[in-house]
């Protein structure tokens, strides 16, 4: 079992950048496929980035080109790097862990494990 806390989260006006933290313990993120999620008031959770071993990362079309995730293994973390972010980024941020494979690695349903989240509000 993993546990994850994310942090790095706050305001941030429109076209700034912020870095998301997700700090694994109980188990190695080598072991995962790890993926960021978000949920906004009143929508769905959806899927924003992923990492898995033996892939390319992979990311929603609203977070190419902008965000950039990347693992750690040595500190056990998880990284999202966003950047131009618009007010349409205005959400709750998760971390999670699981086992997609490539097929499911956007669906919040393959993974397992899930952080508490981490808000992030982008103001104009």
């Known amino acids: 079992q993993v546990q994850l806390v994310e942090s790095g989260g706050g305001l941030v006006q429109v076209g700034g950048s912020l870095r998301l933290s997700c700090a694994a313990s109980?188990?190695?993120?080598?072991?995962?496929?790890m993926g960021w999620f978000r949920q906004a008031p009143g929508k769905e959770r959806e899927f924003v980035a992923a990492?898995?071993?033996?892939?390319?990362?992979v990311y929603a079309n609203s977070a190419k080109g902008r965000f950039t995730i990347s693992r750690d293994n040595a500190k056990n973390t998880v990284t999202l790097e966003m950047s131009s972010l618009t007010s349409e980024d205005t959400a709750n941020y998760y971390c999670?862990?699981?086992?997609?494979?490539?097929?499911?690695?956007?669906?919040?349903?393959?993974?397992?494990?899930w952080g508490q989240g981490t808000q992030v509000t982008v103001s104009s």
């Open positions: 999670a862990a699981g086992r997609p494979i490539a097929s499911t690695i956007q669906n919040p349903s393959a993974y397992y494990y």
């Open positions: 109980g188990d190695s993120v080598r072991n995962y496929g």
């Open positions: 990492v898995r071993s033996f892939m390319s990362p």
